[in-house]
């Protein structure tokens, strides 16, 4: 059991490193071609780079609940533990510049799409995902994107969001831009070396542990998984609204991602390895962790719509993590 807890740890701290890379490298890229628009979509892909590794690794052998649990835990993490942190900081001297509000009034199309992606998840799963569904989520996220780049030509039209964000905020040399694709590459190739070595790990001390992989990929996977959008959250919050704005974008797109890109690549990747007609199953507890896990996001989501968030909804939000965590015990035993 020693061994494989410890190979587990190794391949986690290997992800988490890789992940640091990643989040390095795209946050000066973005700092290079700004705005929203980055952080629901390159900000987003690239954060969500772990996951789609270890959805891959585990979805390739077989382990769907794995893949899946690793895509639902990362919305529970981010959902929750996430945003609170992020709020935490923006809103108290922890920031550069701090705000007593975010306001995120903005993410009207973030928030709606968010619900009716983690719906349509949840009952698209009832009967299992398969080829169609993969499909659908695909065209779900190319809507997503499709509505993002459009809003981001009506904001060009405005104000730029980043307009004073940065006292550097001029052109970045070439030669910090061809350190940020350096680190963004580095850490995208970590992540794939060592996904597939982290699942199997992650299999391992599920085994030792009589632990279901489903509860485990929940809990354990985010920490790899979320390290990149949880290092570009903090460093985004501490530069004070404009930085909170991005990262709340950098969430919500994230985790749209989830709902959309990364189902469908489960879907793809198992149909790659098992053939046209492999199906993603229902079980009975990757079926409670989906709705756990929906109604977790629809409960986050609720003070967004009153386009404010504060310290209160931080606090809120890491209660809520710590239920959802809780609750993870309440299932291993169903």
Known sequence: MAENILILLGWLGELIFASWLLSDGAEHLAERWGGRFVGRTLLSIATTLPEIGIVVAAAKDGSYGAALGSALGSNLFMMTFGLAIMLIIATTRLSKAPEKFINVKEFGLDKIFLVLTAVAGAILFIDGYDVLDGIFFSGMFAVYLAFAFREMKKEKKVIPLEKNLHEDSQIKPKKHFARAMILFVAGTVGIFIGAEPFVHALEGVSVDLGVSIVVLAVIVSPIAGEMPEKISMILLARKGAGGASIAVANVLGSKILN?????????????????????????????????????????????????????????????????GIGMQFVLQSV
Do not use: C, D, H, R
């Open 259 to 323: 709902n959309t890109l990364l189902l469908s690549v489960a879907v793809f990747a198992a149909m790659s390895y098992k053939g046209i007609t492999a199906k993603i199953p229902n079980t009975s507890i990757l079926e409670y962790q989906m709705i756990l896990v929906t109604v977790i996001t629809i409960v986050a989501l609720i003070p967004m719509f009153k386009n404010k968030l504060g310290l209160k909804s931080g606090i809120l939000l890491l209660v809520l993590y710590a239920i």
